[in-house]
């Protein structure tokens, strides 16, 4: 539901409602949208990634907690909270997964990808 959210406003942002893969945009956008939704895309895709690194940091250090501080019954961590922590990860997988796509495919569209619609930036 998080992760919907964020999506949702992404597109809310951007007036960009149909994410598909290199198909046509059903309401014509500016480059200056476009640009915006890449780079908005780019950010969010750095926030998850730095979040995921200090979520395997957390993992970590509760691998090495386990190593050392088990009770009698050999039982670190109960398995809701190591569900709870993969279904955070694959959240945010799919998430940085589904904004590295709406990342990639404005930046086909602004290279031209609707057929000359938008002129190809030399730059």
């Given at each position: 539901?998080?992760n919907?959210?964020?999506?949702?406003a992404l597109?809310?942002?951007a007036?960009?409602?149909?994410i598909?893969?290199?198909?046509q945009?059903?309401v014509p956008?500016?480059?200056?949208?476009?640009?915006?939704?890449?780079?908005e895309s780019?950010?969010?895709?750095?926030?998850i990634?730095?979040?995921?690194?200090?979520?395997?940091?957390?993992?970590?250090?509760?691998?090495?907690?386990?190593?050392?501080?088990?009770?009698?019954?050999?039982?670190?961590?109960?398995?809701?909270?190591?569900?709870?922590i993969?279904?955070l990860i694959?959240?945010?997988?799919?998430l940085?997964?589904?904004?590295?796509?709406?990342?990639?495919?404005?930046?086909?569209?602004?290279?031209?990808?609707l057929d000359?619609?938008?002129?190809?930036?030399?730059?």
């Amino acid at each position: 539901m998080f992760n919907q959210s964020i999506l949702s406003a992404l597109q809310e942002m951007a007036d960009f409602n149909d994410i598909n893969n290199y198909k046509q945009i059903p309401v014509p956008m500016s480059k200056e949208k476009l640009t915006d939704l890449h780079c908005e895309s780019e950010n969010l895709c750095e926030s998850i990634e730095y979040g995921l690194m200090h979520l395997g940091d957390l993992m970590q250090t509760l691998g090495n907690l386990a190593d050392t501080e088990q009770d009698f019954t050999r039982e670190a961590m109960s398995n809701d909270n190591v569900k709870h922590i993969g279904g955070l990860i694959k959240a945010n997988a799919y998430l940085l997964n589904a904004l590295r796509e709406t990342a990639s495919l404005s930046e086909y569209y602004l290279a031209g990808g609707l057929d000359g619609e938008i002129e190809r930036n030399d730059d």
